[in-house]
Nanobody, 119 residues
Framework: QVQLVESGGGLVQPGGSLRLSCRGS????????IGWFRQAPGKERERVSC????????YYEDSVKGRFTISRDNAKNTVYLQMNSLKPEDTAVYYC????????????WGQGTQVTVSS
């Protein structure tokens, strides 16, 4: 059974940091490009970042460029999203997905992890 499981979300103050994890099971995560998406209440889902399966090259949306870093640890079958200098507008449910970076399609999705940036 193919699964993606996100973790690492939580409540953080503006300017703080969080590291999200996306762990794969039932398949080798390194065989897929992996993307991170987010969806805030009342807004459409948006792409945040993705990482290639070939050379681990990364793509970032302008809104997170310079603040977020995506990486993968193939030995742990996990992709990470390090989020620094968090802003209230980063508040959303964050999802990881396996598919074609950056524009899709994405074949597998996780269940999401909540990130709340608030003082």
């Amino acid at each position: 059974q193919v699964q993606l499981v996100e973790s690492g979300g939580g409540l953080v103050q503006p300017g703080g940091s969080l590291r999200l994890s996306c762990r794969g099971s039932g398949f080798a995560l390194d065989s897929y490009p992996i993307g991170w998406f987010r969806q805030a209440p009342g807004k459409e889902r948006e792409r945040v970042s993705c990482i290639s399966s070939i050379d681990s090259s990364a793509y970032y949306e302008d809104s997170v460029k310079g603040r977020f870093t995506i990486s993968r640890d193939n030995a742990k079958n996990t992709v990470y999203l390090q989020m620094n200098s968090l802003k209230p507008e980063d508040t959303a449910v964050y999802y990881c997905a396996a598919g074609a970076c950056p524009y899709g399609p994405y074949d597998y999705w996780g269940q999401g992890t909540q990130v709340t940036v608030s003082s």
